[in-house]
């Protein structure tokens, strides 16, 4: 089993690595890839020193599975370079997510869509993930009509840098300027870039990749993204209304049984999902789970998840254990 990992020093393959051990995937050969000032640099894993090299030199050793977390630019180039040579490509960036027949994969909710003529598979955005996650069950059952949803989302989305702006704000200290605005005691509305029809493209992926996912472009959904001055995970409130009626007990029992999701929803003991208690977790967190009288079959939750995590090193480890599993190479 031959795997490499392309950006193995951001933030997120730096997770990936942490969950490749975790999960105890079989791997062989281990080539990890960054830019050419780090070329040379040595990594731990699995008590080896390996030496980071050129993407060139990672393609002509034409691993089984790739994941790469290198930004857009570098999966739009180099995805067809490891597809070409027979490897399957696990994507992080948004470059592939809403290309035709590049599958946008949660393994747990639509694994079923790689095949093993599958060339490159997309990783969902974060925020996408944790909230196809807590609602695939409850669609398959009741319907997902319309969701309405605000996210919370940590400033590790942005990466190393937005961290360090953050962290250098509250020490008072001058540093370059991630964001337009202060973000340490401040949130702001913008996440992505500011489209012509006044979103932006942080909540348009929210849509198109929640009905891509779901294989279903009649829900109808609306999105706020806001950027908070946190670093364990992204929060999502989430307001959700259904084609088929049920019990408020019905939608628990569903998150329940959900893969994946954990329910915290004990108002009395003041138990429900925060991003301190959700980070370096692997699930997706669901709390405050209540009906919505104001329209007829909606309901409320809260869902919080790890977004380095499995907004993206974890299900990307999951989709490259899926194509082990069901021998998909």
């Known amino acids: 089993m031959k795997l490499a990992i392309i950006g193995c ?27 050419p000032k780090s070329i040379g640099k040595k990594i731990a894993f699995r008590n080896k020193y390996l030496t980071i090299v050129s993407v060139e030199q990672a393609v002509k050793e034409k691993p089984d599975i790739v ?22 490509v696990i994507d992080n960036s948004s470059f592939w997510r809403m290309k035709k027949n590049i599958p946008l994969v949660v393994p747990e909710v639509n694994g079923f869509n790689i095949k093993k003529s599958t060339k490159i598979i997309a990783n969902p955005n974060c925020s996408t993930i944790q909230l196809a ?33 953050m962290n250098n ?14 973000i340490d005691q401040n949130c702001f509305p913008h996440g992505g870039d500011f489209l012509e029809n006044g979103y932006t493209s942080e909540e348009i992926k929210l849509v198109d990749e929640t009905q891509k996912i779901f294989n279903d472009n009649n829900i109808k959904i ?43 929803n004990n108002s009395e003991t003041f138990d429900y999902p925060m991003p301190i208690t959700a980070q370096n977790k692997n699930d997706v967190f669901v709390g405050r789970i209540r009906e919505d ?5 909606g309901f409320n939750l809260w869902i919080v998840s790890d977004n380095l995590r499995k907004g993206a090193a974890t299900n990307a480890v999951q989709i490259a254990n899926y194509i082990i599993e069901n021998n998909l190479l």
């Open 293 to 297: 009288n104001t329209v007829e079959n």
């Open 67 to 88: 994941i790469f977390s290198a930004g857009s630019l570098v999966s739009e180039k180099w995805a067809p370079e490891f597809s070409a040579v027979g490897s399957k």
């Open 9 to 35: 020093t951001g933030l997120v393959g730096s997770v990936v690595l942490k969950v490749l051990d975790e999960f105890s995937v079989k791997i062989s050969n281990l080539t990890l890839v960054a830019s």
């Open 222 to 264: 609306t999105a706020t993204v806001v950027r908070i001055p946190v670093i364990g995970g992204h929060s999502e409130s989430v307001n959700i209304e259904t084609h088929r009626s049920f019990e408020i007990s019905d939608i628990i029992e569903s998150l329940n049984n959900t893969e994946g999701v954990v329910v915290q």
């Open 133 to 165: 996650v807590a609602l695939n069950e409850i669609h398959q059952k009741f319907g997902l009509k319309r969701i309405v949803i605000s996210t919370y989302q940590s400033v590790t989305g942005t990466g190393i840098a937005a961290v360090t702006q």
């Open 169 to 182: 704000e509250r020490k008072g200290l001058k540093s370059e300027k991630i964001y337009p605005h202060p």
